[in-house]
């Protein structure tokens, strides 16, 4: 759920010389066509607009803050923006400037200097347990129609297009100054040539980014006007989009800077993303295109029950693995009495039945893994069988202490893959039989192998478990918008899984055999992950659990 954060304040811009002067009313015009969109509204200000607002809105979509103009000045920048935005090295440096709002108005950079902060504040005091918060400025129908967010309802189209925080920015030819900032300083802050600047007039992102750009954007605030160099809110924002492309990406608008162009394009399905650290992608929002990219396999044996309720399980805990995926169920059954119900669910869920006469678990697995290969539409999947049901249990944890919910678990899931790109990801921690704390691995490599990488541990226990087995070595340890993962020497096993097309051709088609066998693959994979030739990852929670309910008899179970 997103909701939209805004504010309005009387500055005396109405006072200023033609060309720069807009009065109050206008603005008050404009804002009041803001307030007519159905989304939730945060709305900073004073008491006569807290009047304008109750007058215009209804409580349960409307959060409004009182925030007088006297807050802006209860601040460490206030002065120091002062001092510099009358100084006439700075204002003279390019002839508009001295004119300007930002050099005219003593409360002009310091009220759009806080957006960042009003933004941050009012994720804290959020009383929608929203999702995302893009700040909207109050005047923005000056050159955005507000049909875009009634009638073409682009903010559940914004809400799909980026995890990271999302500006707007349009290219910018600089020479000497972007908005009275130095350019030669914005250039050895952002080591290049800046040819974009990010708009302030609309900007956000998920909750969980929120605070770490307010930080950001903090000391990147008072850094330069302590050092004498000031634009206004959006030659800052410039520079963090290029300092920090891990978790900003930006839309690029036409060269004119009108606002308009990126929600034309969100309503037509056509925004391109960007940052600086890869290539362009475009996000297609519709939920037919959004299907195409991302697969879902499930495998099922002989029981309809079991795979609806692991279906049930996945819209419960994150509806993105049914609502942004293709989906496959292969059917591995040997009683053809549950066909007719299984079609019945495919249909319901829009899966695509493939029908099997119990090729084994593994050797469904490898099924899997050819049939994804030749889907030239599909760059990810996820496997599970259907009897690993995501936990309900949002405050719960697994034996080993690892969360077991994590929101939007699927989208933080594809960018942690792609941001490290590893070949596969592990969606578990903890597993039935066993953790990845312990490398499982060590059972099933061939001896001269376990003798060669495990000099401590060269020998496998006559029976059962080694209670020493040797544990898993991890490289690093991160996170990524609270969802926390690890790399190294992570075994490949038939647990929940996030594959990339490249990882899914190392693992089962580079090198295949006869009779895949888990343990088989589970080796073949680890020596080629000791090499250097596979990248594996590990997400450090437990979302799901073995839970086979509709039990079978144990000689129908085969691996391949």
């Given at each position: 759920m997103i909701t939209l954060v805004t504010g309005l304040w009387d500055i005396g811009r109405g006072d200023l010389q033609e060309g720069w002067s807009r009065s109050y009313q206008h603005y008050l015009g404009k804002f009041e066509?803001?307030?007519?969109v159905d989304s939730n509204l945060i709305i900073f200000g004073d008491k006569e607009l807290q009047d304008f607002v109750s007058q215009r809105r209804q409580v349960e979509n409307t959060q409004f803050i009182l925030r007088d103009l006297n807050w802006f000045k209860n601040n460490e920048y206030f002065q120091l923006i002062q001092t510099i935005r009358t100084n006439p090295d700075w204002f003279n440096q390019v002839g508009w400037l001295k004119d300007s709002t930002q050099s005219k108005l003593e409360m002009y950079n310091p009220l759009v200097m806080s957006k960042m902060f009003l933004l941050n504040d009012a994720?804290?005091?959020d009383k929608f347990n929203s999702d995302k918060l893009f700040w909207v400025?109050?005047?923005?129908?000056?050159?955005?129609?507000?049909g875009y967010f009634t009638h073409d309802k682009v903010m559940d189209k914004i809400d799909k297009l980026s995890d990271k925080f999302l500006f707007i920015c349009f290219p910018y030819n600089a020479e000497t100054e972007v908005h009275g900032f130095k350019y030669e300083e914005m250039k050895r802050l952002t080591n290049s040539t800046p040819d974009?600047?990010?708009?302030?007039?609309?900007?956000?992102?998920?909750?969980?980014?929120?605070?770490?750009?307010?930080?950001?954007?903090?000391?990147?605030?008072?850094?330069?006007?302590?050092?004498?160099?000031m634009g206004t809110e959006e030659s800052l924002f410039t520079i963090l989009t290029y300092?920090?492309?891990?978790?900003?990406?930006?839309?690029?608008?036409?060269?004119?800077?009108?606002?308009?162009?990126?929600f034309e394009d969100v309503k037509n399905n056509l925004v391109v993303i960007k940052n600086f650290d890869s290539k362009p992608t475009i996000v297609k929002t519709n939920l037919e295109i959004n299907s195409n990219g991302i697969g879902l396999y499930i495998?099922?044996?002989?029981s309809p029950n079991q795979f609806e309720t692991l279906i049930q399980s996945m819209l419960n805990y994150d509806t993105d693995f049914i609502t942004r995926t293709k989906k496959f169920l292969l059917d591995n059954s040997t009683d053809t009495s549950t066909t007719p119900r299984y079609l019945e669910l495919c249909e319901q869920y829009g899966f695509t039945h493939i029908k099997k006469d119990n090729i084994g678990i593994t050797g469904g697995r490898q099924f899997i893994a050819e049939h994804f290969n030749e889907q030239e539409d599909l760059g990810y999947y996820f496997f599970f069988e259907d009897d690993m049901l995501f936990h309900s249990g949002k405050t719960d944890v697994c034996k080993n202490g690892f969360g077991r919910y994590v929101k939007k678990l699927f989208t933080k899931s594809?960018?942690?893959?792609?941001?490290?790109?590893?070949?596969?990801?592990k969606l578990n921690f903890t597993e039935f039989y066993g953790s990845n704390d312990k490398q499982w691995s060590w059972y099933n490599?061939?001896?001269?192998?376990?003798?060669?990488?495990?000099?401590?541990?060269?020998?496998?226990?006559?029976?059962?478990?080694?209670?020493?087995s040797p544990n898993t070595e991890f490289k690093y340890i991160k996170s990524l918008q609270g969802l926390p993962y690890a790399s190294g020497e992570i075994y490949l096993c038939n647990w929940p899984i996030l594959m990339s097309k490249e990882g899914n051709y190392k693992c089962y088609l580079k090198t295949k055999f006869d009779h895949p066998f888990e343990q088989t693959l589970m080796s073949q994979c680890f020596q080629e992950t000791i090499k250097g030739n596979i990248n594996p990852g590990l997400l450090l929670i437990t979302p799901t659990e073995h839970n086979r309910f509709d039990h079978y008899e144990s000689s129908l179970r085969k691996e391949c």
């Open positions: 066509e803001l307030l007519k994720k804290i005091l400025d109050a005047g923005l129908s000056n050159t955005v129609h507000m974009i600047v990010a708009r302030g007039g609309f900007f956000g992102g998920d909750k969980d980014l929120i605070s770490q750009m307010n930080s950001l954007y903090y000391g990147i605030l008072i850094d330069t006007l302590k050092r004498g160099f300092q920090y492309p891990n978790i900003i990406d930006y839309c690029e608008i036409e060269s004119n800077g009108l606002v308009y162009k990126f495998i099922t044996f002989n594809l960018n942690i893959l792609k941001r490290e790109s590893f070949d596969f990801l490599v061939p001896q001269d192998f376990r003798q060669s990488h495990w000099q401590n541990n060269p020998r496998l226990p006559q029976q059962g478990l080694d209670p020493n």
